[in-house]
T-cell receptor, first 113, second 111 residues
């Protein structure tokens, strides 16, 4: 069964700092990869996705992620965070063989003004 | 507004009650999902339906019973729940294996 690991439970940083959140998955076949964000009191929203092609994908709000197939990783980055980036971030994976969209445990990001 | 609507938004029920959660999507998607989101725990996939057929049941207790009468509607029937079932229940839909769109969730409290 596929699984998704997010390395950090809680990240605290100051405005303008750079952010990188790790995500690894365990599945040997073809996958679609996603990062979702959940702002306080709001629903889960898509930040970015990777299906195929250029392994460096850009999403909304200045976020980007890099797919490294050999490492089974899909890390999320933002060069300079803002206070409004305070939220919970989830990595998700779905394989090409089924409809099982699996999520990581999530990382809470707190940005201090 | 995501195109996925869940009702009710909040539900308090006793352990002997029977209630149902409803999810509706107007996005024309073929897959629908139920997830459980508890504090300090990962998002747990409960059930997946693809074209009204259940494709995943993640070892969910039988006190949770899903129903998908058509590709736009998904229900979660609840009976004889336990206090530990208190959580946020999220519905999502997607087209094939593309990004999922989530509803606002139903905050369930079992007393």
């Amino acid at each position: 069964a596929q699984s998704v690991s997010q390395h950090n439970h809680h990240v605290i940083l100051s405005e303008a700092a750079s952010l990188e959140l790790g995500c690894n998955y365990s599945y040997g076949g073809t996958v679609n990869l996603f990062w979702y964000v959940q702002y306080p009191g709001q629903h889960l929203q898509l930040l970015l996705k990777y299906f195929s092609g250029d392994p460096l994908v850009k999403g909304i709000k200045g976020f980007e992620a890099e797919f490294i197939k050999s490492k089974f990783s899909f890390n999320l980055r933002k060069p300079s965070v803002q206070w409004s980036d305070t939220a919970e971030y989830f990595c998700a994976v779905i394989s090409s063989n089924d409809y099982k969209l699996s999520f990581g445990a999530g990382t809470t990001v707190t940005v201090r003004a | 507004e995501t195109g996925v609507t869940q009702t009710p938004r909040h539900l308090v029920m006793g352990m002997t009650n029977k209630k149902s959660l409803k999810c509706e999507q107007h996005l024309g998607h073929n897959a629908m999902y139920w997830y459980k989101q508890s504090a300090k725990k990962p998002l747990e996939l409960m059930f997946v339906y693809n074209f009204k057929e259940q494709t995943e049941n993640n070892s969910v207790p039988s006190r949770f019973s899903p129903e998908c009468p058509n590709s736009s509607h998904l229900f979660l029937h609840l009976h004889t729940l336990q206090p530990e079932d208190s959580a946020l229940y999220l519905c999502a839909s997607s087209q094939n294996r593309q990004e999922a769109f989530f509803g606002q969730g139903t905050r369930l409290t079992v007393v």
